[in-house]
């Protein structure tokens, strides 16, 4: 119980020092809230309205306020998830942008990731297991290669040979034109389609990492004498490879579960700029360009708590898995 109140106190203060860096990044870009709206005006707008700029300055929140003051008044917005109006979208809120494309990079990086980490701690569970046949020897230097190439690059060889030339799946947006949002088979097998590509893309730029982990910590784990007594005890190798290797095997590759996502998320954004998928990533990319203060500052809030959440949920499945933690 201590130890989870430590780790409990440590993302207590992560979460505050999100909150602090996506409160001062976007105040360190050039330009303000206003002037990123005012360029989707045209100079004939601007001059037919003369108090335009300042009713825009009392809206969006323009340079008089002190830094300690925006500040406080950040964190009151943020526990009422109020992040303003987004100026890139005017009028929409921030919220309802985020609350918008969030749920495509969701599922996008969340399942993608989990695949890849699944396929990966599989294959080098077996490559372990079999080191030095033909499947170590194949499947291995196959996923590292892979893994090997930045996510972009990999993302543009995907839509080049997969997309165009061979025109299997679709790789431009997150569903077709003709078909309209919603909770119906039509949206959903559509979706699916769109985000193969993305996925496969993210499954194959992190999948070697894990690959190579758990064949590393799996081996070391195999020459433990508990492992040694069950296959002297005659039990089948399926069985010592899973519940006794492969089951202790897994703690060190799962407490680096939150690090790879945390770069991954980071990486989702050229994904999406590749698929042109309307993700947060995207989202992000086209509100820094606009000078969109408010949604950037949103999104870099979401990119950052994400990771930690991910931390701490390893931390919840380290205490249910290893009784070692709960008696410290």
């Not at 050039?30 to 825009?56: E, M």
């Not at 969701?106 to 030095?132: D, H, K, N, P, S």
């Amino acid at each position: 119980m201590r130890w989870f109140l430590r780790r409990l106190a440590f993302y207590v203060f992560a979460v505050w020092l999100a909150l602090t860096l996506t409160f001062l990044l976007p105040r360190l870009m050039p330009g303000n809230p206003v002037g990123g709206l005012l360029q989707h005006l045209s100079p004939s707008q601007i001059q037919a309205n003369p108090g335009i700029i300042a009713t825009y300055e009392k809206l969006l929140g323009g340079n008089h306020e002190s830094i300690p003051t925006a500040y406080w008044q950040y964190l009151g917005h943020v526990v009422h998830l109020n992040f303003g109006i987004s100026t890139s979208n005017y009028p929409a809120k921030v919220s309802e942008v985020v609350g918008r494309t969030l749920p495509y990079s969701i599922a996008l990086v969340g399942i993608a990731f989990v695949l890849a980490f699944v396929l990966g701690t599989a294959v080098g569970t077996v490559a372990a297991w079999r080191r030095g046949g033909g499947f170590d020897t194949f499947f291995v230097p196959l996923f590292l290669t892979l893994g090997a190439f930045p996510a972009y690059f990999t993302a543009l060889l995907i839509v080049y040979f997969v997309g165009l030339k061979l025109g299997w799946f679709p790789f431009q947006h997150a569903y077709s034109t003709d078909v309209t949002p919603g909770l119906h088979w039509n949206f959903i097998s559509s979706a699916i389609q769109h985000g193969i590509l993305p996925a496969l893309v993210i499954v194959l730029a992190y999948a070697g990492g894990w690959v190579l982990n758990m064949r590393t910590v799996m081996i070391n784990t195999i020459g433990e004498d508990y492992v040694t007594m069950a296959q002297a005890k005659g039990l089948k190798d399926r069985r010592v490879m899973l519940r006794y290797a492969a089951r202790n095997a897994i703690l060190p590759p799962l407490n680096g579960f939150a690090p790879q996502f945390a770069t991954a998320v980071g990486g989702v954004i050229f994904v999406e700029l590749v698929f042109s998928y309307p993700g947060a990533g995207f989202t992000l990319q086209q509100a820094a360009l606009g000078n969109d203060y408010p949604l950037t500052q949103a999104l870099l809030l979401v990119f950052a708590i994400c990771p930690i959440v991910a931390m701490f949920l390893t931390d919840l499945a380290n205490l249910v898995l290893d009784p070692r933690v709960r008696t410290a």
